[in-house]
């Protein structure tokens, strides 16, 4: 249980620090900050690099676009990209 806590913390932290790198208005791949928390085995991530994704769309600290247009957490299928609102 620690250690989900633990791994959701890190992604959330590596998904705002790419989406910032990254700048205004320009998203990254889910993928991008699973193969940063983990290099070896990033594949195993995804499911849970979207579950954070979500949680942090939810809460307005990102948001997530489909087709590059965004869509509500509710909505997310298929392939996404990650972006910082655009204010």
Do not use: F, H, Y
Not at 17 to 26: D, F, Y
Not at 29 to 45: F, I, Q, S, Y
Not at 64 to 86: N, W
């Amino acid at each position: 249980m620690a250690e989900t806590k633990d791994l959701r913390a890190r992604l959330r932290e590596e998904i705002l620090t790419l989406t910032e790198a990254r700048g205004p208005g320009k998203s990254i791949c889910p993928t991008e900050a699973a193969r940063a928390v983990r290099p070896e085995d990033w594949n195993r991530l995804m499911s849970e690099t979207r579950r954070v994704a979500i949680q942090m769309a939810e809460s307005g600290e990102i948001e997530i676009l489909r087709k590059g247009k965004p869509v509500a957490p509710d909505e997310v299928r298929g392939v996404i990209r990650l972006r910082r609102p655009i204010a």
